[in-house]
């Protein structure tokens, strides 16, 4: 899948398209588009057909051999700021899907519907609701005891983005959960209560939707740390006995195993810098947390940040190795007190200042999940990087955000294969045979990179180089296409007769990283990802183009929302500050002293 929620078949020998789906997010319902990333995670397939959810809600169903609609619903409601960006599961004639929208304070739930019909099977809430909503379930009921004061007015999150697994062997559907909104408990919540099902992993019967157990990694969540990453079920040899597992590797930086016939935990170690907790009691199962981690005091400085120690990309798993292969990063945030200009997040959030020489740096971690301990490690410039495959062959494959896909020894993590692809990698490689044959195939492209918005992030990726499906096998001879050389500088465009007001250069600034950074860079400063850098743009040079865009959705069908809200004014403000930055660039002005100090506001 690509962008938009676009589908594609290609032959999976020879690279050739076969057919492709546009659900024409735009015409559907572009407002969503203002404030969620276009992007997709997957697929799922069963029985002759393929299942997408759409970034604007929907849930379609594809023939997979001719790329046909076979049915369409609405699984989210259309002023609602849910959202859709992971891949649905399937099993036993159901697919299910979840949906995004936390940071914007939508209540997260999962829906099962029918394979052949599309008709709704079940749906399970990952967090309560009203008084009303919540009688007569009896997980709805035991998670409003955790809450306090009217907390389905303000807000509550736990969004099942991305991470569902169901397990065969045991008749089980694992629902990762995501982070609070607002990420503030004293503003969502006020008073104690360990807010669930936030940051948890909930185990339901996959028939009927009806809760078994839950584990949760955050009780009381703060910090925009979320479940949603995936998991593995396995068997391992611990203490001599096998248990049957559920792995997972979240965002608050801690490695956990559970057993995944009871949910209760087994054990949880650190696999980067935090800061938030000392240790989790295995008494217990709860996080010992450090002083003053809640910004009581009116700042806390954190690792690992809202990014997480890992994040959506894929860890994998090699029952040979017994290790688990998790690309991990490091990056810390910095939340403060009074609320000072967050939107919805009840916080001022921004990233936390270099600490060591490990922050904004990745890392392919090789972790033995029974020890709790890395086995080896090979560190990366970057830390946005992509997933991991794990083969039978004994070897590990990975993307980077240096354009490089690479393969390494499993045991060793010496590394044996190297291949540069022309961009930056965020997707996970697959393995698959066809013809008797191996083939290992990546997508290529950076993503949404352009949400870090900082200079070390930055590849030199622009957002007009190509993405590919690279596919390589044993005996491959096909040579890659030219593309753009990566380290491209910027190249700003600017109109000397324009005279700037600083006034509407700030406010510019302020209506930009509300409504615009997530796509185009925080403070305009794009790495390749959704979309272009609009201090090189020519319609952001011209006050009516950009209006045009913004106001009237001249370039909707290119995924660029209309923003029929706002006035001309606020359009002219938002030229202004990138008029101003592009000059900023290019060594014409300074930045001025709000740009400065907001370095990374979300």
């Known amino acids: 899948t690509g962008s938009y929620s ?35 995670r997957g697929v799922a397939y069963e029985a002759g057909r393929l299942f997408v959810g759409t970034v604007d809600g929907r849930l379609v169903a ?20 849910h959202t859709i960006t992971g891949a649905p599961v399937v099993f036993k004639g159901k697919v299910v899907i979840g949906n995004g929208g936390a940071d914007f304070n939508a209540r997260g739930y999962v829906t099962a519907y029918d394979q052949a019909t599309g008709k709704q099977a079940w749906r399970f809430y990952t967090v ?25 007015k303000t807000g509550t999150g736990g969004t099942a983005w991305n991470g569902l697994t169901y397990d065969p062997e045991l008749d089980q559907l694992y629902i990762g959960t995501g ?20 940051v948890s992993i909930v185990a339901v019967n996959p028939d009927s939707g009806k809760y078994i157990w839950h584990y949760q990694q955050n009780p009381r969540e703060a910090w925009d740390y979320k479940s949603t990453a995936n998991m593995i079920a396995t ?15 979240p965002s608050n930086g801690f490695f956990y ?41 009116g700042e806390t400085i954190i690792w690992p940040g809202p990014f997480g120690a890992h994040n959506w990309q894929d860890m994998a798993f090699s029952p040979k190795t017994g290790l688990a292969y998790v690309p991990v990063m490091q990056l810390g945030a910095r939340f403060t007190k009074p609320l000072g200009g967050a939107t919805t997040s009840g916080i001022s959030l921004e990233v936390a200042p270099n600490i060591d020489d490990d922050d904004f740096k990745g890392t392919l971690l090789a972790w033995d999940p029974v020890t709790q301990k890395a086995r080896w490690k090979v560190r990366h410039d970057v830390m946005w990087n992509g997933g991991t495959l794990a083969t039978a062959g004994n070897l590990v494959f990975q993307g980077t955000a240096d354009g490089y896909v690479s393969g390494y020894d499993a045991t060793t993590g010496q590394r044996l294969w190297h291949f540069y692809a022309g961009m930056g990698i965020i997707a996970p490689p697959v393995s698959y045979m066809a013809g008797g044959k191996q083939y290992v195939s990546v997508l290529t492209g950076f993503g949404n990179s352009n949400i870090f918005g900082a200079e070390k992030m930055d590849m030199g990726w622009k957002y007009s180089a190509p993405r590919r499906l690279l596919t390589f096998a044993i005996g491959g001879k096909a040579k890659l296409s030219p593309s753009p050389p990566r380290g491209q500088k910027l190249q700003p465009v600017d109109d000397p007769a324009l005279k700037l007001d600083e006034a509407q250069v700030q ?9 615009c950074w997530s796509c185009h860079g925080l403070e305009l400063h794009s790495t390749g990802g959704f979309a272009p850098d609009l201090r090189e743009s020519m319609i952001a040079l011209d006050r009516d183009s950009l209006w045009n865009v913004l106001h009237d959705g001249a370039l909707l069908a290119n995924g660029m929302p209309r923003f029929d809200a706002f006035t001309r004014e606020q359009s002219d403000a938002i030229h202004a500050y990138i008029r101003a930055d592009a000059r900023a660039a290019m060594g014409l002005r300074s930045r001025t002293k709000l740009e400065v100090k907001a370095e990374a506001k979300m």
């Open 6 to 40: 676009t589908v594609y078949a290609v032959d999976a020998r020879t690279g050739k398209t076969l057919w492709r789906y546009d659900p024409e997010v735009w015409k559907h319902n572009q407002t969503k588009l203002r404030w969620t990333l276009a992007a997709n």
């Open 62 to 81: 594809l023939d997979a051999k001719s790329g046909k609609m076979l049915w369409s619903v609405e699984t989210v409601e259309r002023d609602s700021k």
């Open 128 to 152: 309560p609701g009203s008084p009303e909503e919540n009688k007569g379930e009896p997980a709805m009921e035991r998670a409003a005891a955790t809450w306090s004061g009217e907390y389905w």
């Open 179 to 198: 982070n609070s909104g607002p990420y503030d408990p004293a503003v969502r919540s006020p008073g104690n209560g360990d807010n669930l099902y936030l």
């Open 235 to 249: 068997t391992l040899t611990i203490d001599g006995k096998p248990r049957k597992v559920l792995m997972q590797a």
């Open 257 to 297: 195993v559970l057993d995944r016939e009871t949910g209760k935990l087994i054990s949880a170690e650190k696999i980067s810098k935090v800061t938030w907790a000392s240790h989790i009691d295995l008494a217990t199962g709860r996080p010992v947390e450090a002083p003053n981690i809640r910004y009581e005091n």
């Open 507 to 515: 406010a510019g600034y302020k209506l930009f990283n509300m409504n």
